[in-house]
């Protein structure tokens, strides 16, 4: 039974990733690269730290188990572990550039440089408590690492997002608050399955289902969650309409539906004008609104009326 589950949960993983990473991208080439090419370089990070240092252990014991002792796997499922906390940092480095970026906040040149210097003289310590500690266990000591500063930095960027201060925040008051308090329940119960995990396998599988779908939560979020077009700068300003439909990857067919909506057809009037099915009308407009964020006619009209050339 545990197999199966470990099979099918492995599956999640790899969709919660490619969707994780595949929004980032979206939202960078669709709003720029702030904040979104660090929303995408936190995706990379962490579930690099999720496949190397989580999932690795995993493969490490299902295939050296009966082959070498246990101790020896032990040892090697240490390592792994070790070596993917790097990936950690960086992630919880650009989780909270992302909340600074978000909330309008001016990046400080120190920031980077002095987290990292920060952070791996912790790695260190850290190091130096394991090696002090083989009695302990390494495994248990980075586990309470993992749940204490993912905990932190979690929670820091939320406060970050839900309190701009006098800086200009490119979602809504409300969306912040939502997002904030999803980030510090989503870290919540990562570390509450995380701590139960030591005594049921059950649980460790619990984990790592809620760490790969919680770390996906922010560019899905982020895509469905809030009205970006609204608060960002216009896009479609000083843009003609082919370099608006390049900017939202808008197909030949779906710049077409876009004008005649913009003419005020209805969706009947545009099949019969375009010789095409209502229901294929139906299908372009809903694929236009995903890629242009808009929630419905009155929106996208807005959004492309300052579009030269339409």
Known sequence: MITLLV????IFSVAFTASGVVLSTRLRNRYGPNPFSTLLYYQVFIF???FYGIWGQIVIKSFLTGLVTESIIARFSNISLLLGIPFLLFAWM????????LSGRIKSRLFIPMFLLINFLL???LGMVIRENSSV???NIIRYYFIGFSMIYTLLSALIIIFPGHHKSIIHKSESRVLSFSLGFISAIQSI???FSEENKYFGLVFIFLFFAGNSFLPLYMSYGTVLSLFMETPGKDLTFEDFCRKFEISPRESEIIREICNGLTNQE?????FISLQTVKDHTHRIYIKTNAKNRVQLINLVKDVKSL
Do not use: H, R
């Open 94 to 101: 650009m989780l909270l550039k992302f909340a600074v970026e």
């Open 270 to 274: 545009i099949s019969d004008k375009l």
């Open 193 to 195: 399955s995380l701590i």
């Open 7 to 10: 099979y099918i949960i492995f």
């Open 123 to 125: 790695l260190l310590v």
């Open 48 to 50: 690099a730290f999720g």
């Open 137 to 139: 266990g390494p495994d």
